[in-house]
Structures are given as structure tokens and as C-alpha cells.
């Protein structure tokens, strides 16, 4: 098993990268980081599960752990 990091998860190449994971079950997210989505980094962390998750605006951050 090899374990990954994914910065920028929640955009284009994130997205994308994320759609290997699913399709391989060789890797496995440890960290995610992206810059603003909330929603889209919630999602993603309820999907799969990392050890680290981290957001660029501290704003965003704040929201993040009221969810």
C-alpha cells in the first residue's frame, strides 16, 4: 500500500487524482489540503478518511472543524 498526500484536493488535478484513489486500491490518502472549499474538502475527508486534512484560509479552517 502506498500512502499519498494530495495538495490542492479539492480542484482540477486534485479532483482527478482522487478518482485514481478510488479506482486503485493500492493508495491511500493520508493528507488532504486545499485552499478554500469547504464543502468539497468535508466531503472528501468523509470519504477518505485522512490522517491530516488542512486549509489554506484560516476561515475556511474555522468552518471546517464546526462541520
Do not use: Y
Not at 57 to 63: H, P
Amino acid at each position: 500500500m502506498k500512502n499519498i498526500a494530495i495538495l490542492g484536493s479539492t480542484g482540477s488535478i486534485g479532483t482527478q487524482t482522487l478518482e485514481i484513489v478510488r479506482n486503485n486500491p493500492d493508495l491511500r490518502v493520508v493528507a488532504l489540503a486545499a485552499g478554500s472549499s469547504v464543502e468539497k474538502m468535508e466531503a472528501q475527508i468523509r470519504e477518505f478518511h485522512p490522517s491530516k486534512a488542512c486549509m489554506w484560509s484560516e476561515d475556511a479552517a474555522a468552518d471546517l472543524r464546526v462541520k
